[in-house]
């Protein structure tokens, strides 16, 4: 029964990318067209490094929302509720179009409705508690916003940020100092040319010092405690240098060339463990100059290796 729902699983998750593939015309993380795996693969792996491994018998608690369908992206606000986003359109058994927020207890807070016109793919929370949202929708909280947003705690709109990205968003990440880190699928964003990586102010103008310029997507980051600057996707260069999939930005913004673990395919998550390690998620084989199926950490320190090693180009959709 394992095997099939896991099947069963697998092309849901093909139907979808297709799905968006002709909609949005993004390109696919195993080919041409648009990709959704990319933040679902990223929630698989934030709750396999969350949840301890005699969890599998410890889920059932109560807690059943109801999603009517996926669930692809969570934030908890330091409030202990629960931001979801998705595909959904019904949820705590109630209408809530791609976007909702639970009490602590799994409850839907009702009061909270900013009612996408279509995908939610990416949140974050800010300190002051203003909530970023990123998708693939054109409305929300009443008003055009093209594919990213921010409203306020009380889920309102706030009408001082309109980045107005061109295509899709896939990550959002809230820095130390405020400032607010963009990855997806677009080649404008703040009115100006950024190619799938962007970095806003805290009062939502555009960092126009940050312009790492990435080839392709952008689907996964992460600060490190020392303010550096992970990066994951599909693409080959960044910043003008040669980068596979993975890259480190100093906190100005500039590259950092000491790392480069050169993984050989798709990067699509990534998370920092307290004693600084990075975990790695994606389609690779081989990264840090060493075989690793689909998962791997590397030290903070990591110093590319000199060993070759095949690009690999994850194999279309069916």
């Given at each position: ?156 709109l706030d009408t001082s940020f309109d980045p107005n990205a061109n295509g899709v968003v896939f990550a959002l990440v809230v820095q130390a100092d405020g400032k607010i880190l963009v990855g997806g699928a677009f080649s404008s964003i703040g009115g100006q040319t950024r190619n799938n990586i962007a970095r806003f102010n805290p009062d939502g103008s555009l960092d126009t010092s940050f312009n790492p310029n990435a080839n392709s997507n952008v689907y996964a980051l992460a600060v490190q405690a020392d303010g550096k600057i992970l990066v994951g996707g599909f ?84």
């Amino acid at each position: 029964m394992k095997k099939k729902a896991a099947a069963q699983f697998v092309r849901r998750l093909a139907r979808e990318d297709s799905l968006l593939a002709k909609t949005f015309g993004v390109r696919s993380s195993f080919g041409e067209g648009g990709s959704l795996i990319p933040a679902l693969y990223a929630l698989l792996v934030a709750l396999l490094v969350c949840l301890p491994s005699t969890s599998r018998a410890q889920l059932v608690d109560g807690f059943d929302p109801n999603a009517n369908d996926d669930v692809i992206a969570l934030a908890v606000q330091a409030d202990g509720k629960i931001l979801v986003g998705g595909f959904f359109t019904f949820i705590g058994g109630q209408t809530r179009n791609f976007v909702a927020r639970l009490n602590p207890d799994g409850s839907l807070h009702t009061s909270f409705d900013p009612n996408a016109n279509h995908i939610v793919t990416a949140l974050a929370v800010q300190a002051d508690g203003k909530i970023l949202v990123g998708g693939a929708f054109s409305s929300i909280g009443g008003q055009t916003r093209n594919k990213i947003a921010r409203l306020n705690p009380d889920g309102s709109l706030d009408t001082s940020f309109d980045p107005n990205a061109n295509g899709v968003v896939f990550a959002l990440v809230v820095q130390a100092d405020g400032k607010i880190l963009v990855g997806g699928a677009f080649s404008s964003i703040g009115g100006q040319t950024r190619n799938n990586i962007a970095r806003f102010n805290p009062d939502g103008s555009l960092d126009t010092s940050f312009n790492p310029n990435a080839n392709s997507n952008v689907y996964a980051l992460a600060v490190q405690a020392d303010g550096k600057i992970l990066v994951g996707g599909f693409f080959t260069r960044i910043d003008g240098q040669t980068r596979n999939n993975i890259a480190r930005f100093n906190p100005d913004g500039s590259l950092d060339i000491s790392f480069n673990p050169n993984a050989n395919s798709e990067v699509d998550a990534l998370a920092v463990e307290a004693d600084g390690k990075i975990l790695v998620g994606g389609f690779f084989t081989f990264i840090g100059g060493q075989t690793r199926n689909r998962i791997a950490r590397l030290t903070a320190t990591h110093r590319p290796r000199p060993t070759p090693y095949p690009r690999l180009t994850p194999p279309p959709r069916p």
